[in-house]
């Protein structure tokens, strides 16, 4: 099992991979692109693209257990937010909102 997931993309779509490492407990670096940033947002951390002396940094102060272990529980709660009722249960809100503003 890895102990952090790094997700170095110069592009990402929704970021399930992000997702899934944080429901994992992992503490989760990725880059500061578009997808990656919405999901791990303040809860794990994120890194410039291409930013390889900024990203050793980051893994190396995960070093420290008390880090390591604060990241990770944030990322574990951020993963929840991602719940698979909560997301039908948000899209289903935005169906009706839509009929709603269109009167149907």
């Not at 899934?20 to 990725?30: Q, R, S």
């Not at 692109?33 to 990203?55: H, M, R, W, Y």
């Not at 980051?58 to 009722?85: G, H, Q, V």
């Amino acid at each position: 099992m890895s102990d952090i997931a790094v997700l170095s993309s110069h592009w990402e779509g929704f970021g399930l991979a992000a997702v899934e490492a944080m429901a994992c407990g992992l503490p989760t670096i990725a880059s500061n692109v578009d997808g990656l940033a919405q999901i791990v947002n303040d809860a794990g951390i994120l890194f410039e693209p291409g930013a390889s002396k900024q990203l050793a940094e980051i893994i190396l102060s995960l070093e420290n257990t008390k880090a390591y272990n604060n990241t990770a529980d944030k990322c574990l709660e951020r993963s929840k937010e991602y719940d698979i009722m909560k997301m039908v249960n948000k899209h289903i809100g935005l169906y009706h909102s839509v009929m709603e503003n269109n009167n149907m």
